[in-house]
């Protein structure tokens, strides 16, 4: 798995993670919202801006 992938898996790992658990604090929210700015970067960096865009 090169860098790339493995970043890709973390963003969203942490996404899934936090939207299980924003109920339970507000601080999952703001994760949430960094997990899903991660996600764009990782869809921009792969070239593939449709899901950079839209993340």
């Keep these: 798995m090169d860098s790339l ?3 890709g898996f ?3 790992s942490f996404m899934l993670l936090a939207y ?3 109920d339970k604090n ?3 929210v703001l994760l ?3 997990a899903c ?3 764009s970067l990782y869809g921009f960096l792969q070239d593939a801006w449709p899901f950079g865009l839209i993340e």
């Design 5 to 7: 992938s493995l970043f």
């Design 10 to 12: 973390v963003a969203i």
């Design 20 to 22: 299980l658990f924003e």
């Design 26 to 28: 507000p601080y999952f």
């Design 32 to 34: 949430f919202a960094c």
């Design 37 to 39: 700015a991660m996600g």
